[in-house]
Structure formats: structure tokens, C-alpha cells
């Protein structure tokens, strides 16, 4: 009875919800709400029918016609959340993501040496004095190979934003090959794009490694043909360069190695002085 005044139902949802409407089976997708302030419209009411009034005359003052409205747009939806993160960290129990994250952010996961701290994605805001990026970390994968549904990879959907993969691997592991391997698998076996996103490994730990077992591990992962860099969450070396190489990517430039991103040493001698 209102009209074109009748209000409309608008449904607030988080910046990040993509809206899928349910067809023949499957999920076609209908607005990808990605950024604040953003509107669609899923469904239209119906055109309104004329009222009794319109139907008046001089000598017919109270018609008893009226034109019936036409029924409005019906369907169901499906609304999918996916963080808007820039970069995420995968890794397996205990690779020190959570670690990683509160280091380079001002985020505060929960950090505890037990397998599975991180219940839920996290988010945090990395700032590297040129230009911000918001990381994320999902929760960890299981280990070994018995065939079950990864913990973390109910979350991989989580990354689809994502410009950046870092592979975090435990520098401490028997088999840090195996792991990068099976961490792959969950990422390519995802698919949506997954696979082909820029990503890189960091090896956390780096502090527990001589010279020699850094080489060896490299030599271990330089099969992956993804640049590998050495971090340790806990005398923070690395960091830096794994911020510059990620955001790096990020911004679309090539990536660089950490041997690369050592600044040049320049030597500049005093002048001697010839009255000496």
C-alpha cells in the first residue's frame, strides 16, 4: 500500500561477502562485495497493481476493481565470507605463524608451543614506511599423510584475496622437503586460483641452523623454483628482507633474493694527510 515509498530490506553484510545465488544446483556467483560502502541489488520487488481509486469515475465514485500486484523476484542465496588480505601465511602446526604475524604487525594471536593455537584466520596490518598490507594467517595444516581433511584447509578459501603466498616452514623439521611438498598439494588439490598466486618460503627457526644445515635446506627446497628466505621469529633476523620481498610481490615487481636485498658496502678511506 505504499508504493515506490514501500522501503526496501537491505541486509548489512562485512566488507569481503560474496553473494551466490542458487541456480540448477549450482552457485552462480552475483556480486562480489569487496570493499565498504559497496550495493547490490539480489532480488526486485514487484510491479505494483492500481488501487480502486484509479479506477474512478464521475459516475462511478467507489469502483469495487482493482489491478493486482505482480509478484516480486524470489531466490536463495548463498553469502561466503573471505578475509581481505593482501598476503597469507600457510604453514603446518607449530611453523611459528602466529609468531610471525605479531612480529610484523601490530596483531596479538595467540602464541603458545602447542600444535594448533590459531582456531581462526587472524589479521594484522604491515606497514613497511612506503605502503600498508594486510597480512593474514590461517589455521595450521596437519601433518602426515593419513588421507584426512587437512585442519587448514576448510580456510584456503580464506586466501582467495590474497596476492601472496608464504609458505612458512619449520627450519627444525626431519623432513622441511616433505612439508613444503604436502603444503603445496593442499594449495594446488584447493584450486580457485590458489596455485597460480605469487608465493615464496620462509624458512622460520633460522637461529637453530649453522651455515652448513642453511645450504643444505636450501638445496632441499630450490625444487619449488619459488625464491626461499631465512627468518627467525625469535632474534627477528630476516624479517626485513621477507617484508621488503613480500610486499615486492605484491606490488608486482620481481622477486628478489635475500643475497640481492644485502645492502652495498661502500668504502670511503680519509684523506691522508701529506704534512704528517
Known amino acids: 500500500m505504499h508504493g515506490l515509498n514501500a522501503d526496501g530490506l537491505t541486509i548489512k553484510v562485512p566488507a569481503g561477502t560474496s553473494i551466490y545465488v542458487k541456480k540448477d544446483a549450482r552457485d552462480l556467483l552475483l556480486s562480489d562485495l569487496w570493499k565498504e560502502g559497496q550495493k547490490v541489488v539480489a532480488a526486485r520487488g514487484g510491479k505494483g497493481g492500481r488501487g480502486n481509486v484509479h479506477f474512478a469515475t464521475s459516475t462511478r465514485k467507489a469502483p469495487h476493481i482493482f489491478q493486482p500486484g505482480e509478484q516480486g ?8 565470507m573471505t578475509l581481505p ?21 601490530a596483531a596479538q594471536p595467540k602464541v603458545a608451543d602447542y600444535p594448533f593455537t590459531t582456531q581462526e584466520p587472524v589479521l594484522g596490518v604491515v606497514d613497511d614506511g612506503v605502503k600498508k598490507y594486510v597480512w593474514g594467517e590461517i589455521p595450521a595444516f596437519l601433518g ?10 576448510g580456510y584456503l578459501g580464506q586466501a582467495a584475496r590474497a596476492s601472496v603466498l608464504i609458505y612458512l616452514l619449520d627450519a627444525s623439521s626431519y623432513d622441511i622437503e616433505g612439508d613444503f611438498r604436502r603444503l603445496n598439494k593442499e594449495v594446488l588439490d584447493f584450486g580457485a586460483g590458489l596455485g597460480t ?32 628466505y631465512f627468518i627467525s621469529a625469535l632474534d627477528k633476523s630476516g624479517i626485513s628482507e621477507l617484508i621488503v620481498a613480500v610486499h615486492g610481490l605484491a606490488a608486482g615487481e620481481a622477486p628478489k633474493t635475500a643475497d640481492e636485498m644485502q645492502p652495498e658496502i661502500i668504502f670511503r678511506p680519509k684523506p691522508v694527510d701529506q704534512g704528517a
Open 197 to 228: 598466486k605469487k608465493s615464496l618460503i620462509a624458512v622460520n627457526k633460522a637461529d637453530l641452523l649453522d651455515r652448513g644445515s642453511e645450504k643444505t635446506t636450501n638445496d632441499q627446497l630450490n625444487f619449488s623454483g619459488l625464491p626461499i
Open 144 to 153: 602426515g599423510t593419513t588421507g584426512r581433511r587437512i585442519a587448514g584447509g
Open 73 to 80: 523476484e524470489e531466490l536463495t542465496v548463498a553469502l561466503r
Open 85 to 105: 588480505v593482501d598476503v597469507c601465511i600457510i604453514g603446518l602446526a607449530n611453523s611459528g605463524k602466529s609468531s610471525l604475524l605479531s612480529i610484523v604487525s
